[in-house]
């Protein structure tokens, strides 16, 4: 069970920052090899949801109000720690991603950009593609959205 948490960029501590930059680094270009420039500036604007497991950072991820990323609320940044897959953690964080920007923004349309393998994870949360897919830092992406 994950213990959920969401925080603007000021209210995270400096331990739960260091946290999600060392899992997003561990996740993105670590495990799936590809160089990019995680640290971005948009953290600043989003919405931190931190998802943990006995004390540890295991899923996160992070939001955006419309017109921030896209036009619609986005979800980004999408993580769960390779070790941790196997207990289906991405649907918890999702799902509280979702509640949250239902909460914070009062808004029910999302847009993600979604890698390309996990489409059917997307799909089963309500998702559906849009447009061609396309490639983002080398790795195949397609546009979903969710009403």
């Known amino acids: 069970m994950l213990k959920i948490t969401t925080k603007t960029f000021k209210e995270l501590t400096t331990d739960e920052l260091y946290a999600l930059l060392q899992l997003r680094s561990e996740v993105f270009v670590v495990e799936q090899d590809c160089v990019y420039q995680d640290i971005d500036y948009k953290d600043q604007k989003a919405l931190h949801v931190l998802g943990f497991k006995n004390n540890k950072l295991v899923a996160y991820t992070r939001l955006f109000k419309p017109g921030d990323y896209f036009n619609y609320a986005s979800i980004g940044r999408v993580i769960v720690a390779q ?4 207990h289906k953690y ?6 509280a991603s979702i509640n949250a920007i239902k909460e914070y923004y009062k808004e029910t349309r999302i847009k993600i950009s979604a890698q390309m393998y996990l ?3 997307y799909n089963n949360l309500g998702f559906e593609e849009v447009g061609e897919g396309y490639l983002e830092d080398g790795i195949p992406h397609i546009g979903m959205i969710k009403n």
Do not use: C, L, V
């Not at 070790?83 to 196997?86: D, G, I, K, S, W």
């Open 83 to 86: 070790n941790e897959r196997e």
């Open 90 to 95: 991405g649907y918890d964080i999702m799902n």
């Open 119 to 121: 489409k059917k994870f």
